[in-house]
């Protein structure tokens, strides 16, 4: 439960020493190039997304997307495509 969170400086180093070094995971360079690209308005069709789950900003009919096969679900290409910072 959040109520029960302790964010004080001895409790997360505690957590830390439990946890060990913490990266976030991402997908893979290789998993990202094998997805479908194209622009929104060539894909639309009625009943389609109109906003990326990711950003959840509305799509444009020139935005650039990438397609998950499996689900069908459409995000922006840079919203997949950020790099980690570290």
Same mark, same amino acid.
């Given at each position: 439960? $959040? !109520?029960?969170? $302790? %964010?004080?400086? !001895? ?18 360079? %290789? ?17 389609? $997304? ?13 935005? !650039? ?15 997949? !495509? ?5």
């Amino acid at each position: 439960r $959040d !109520e029960d969170f $302790d %964010s004080s400086y !001895e409790s997360l180093t505690a957590l830390a020493s439990v946890l060990g070094d913490v990266k976030p995971r991402r997908t893979s360079d %290789s998993v990202i190039k094998s997805l479908p690209k194209g622009l929104y308005k060539d894909w639309k069709r009625d009943g389609s $997304d109109t906003r990326c789950p990711i950003c959840l900003d509305d799509y444009t009919p020139d935005d !650039e997307l990438m397609k998950v096969p499996l689900c069908s679900h459409w995000l922006h290409q840079g919203c997949l !495509e950020v790099r980690p910072f570290f």
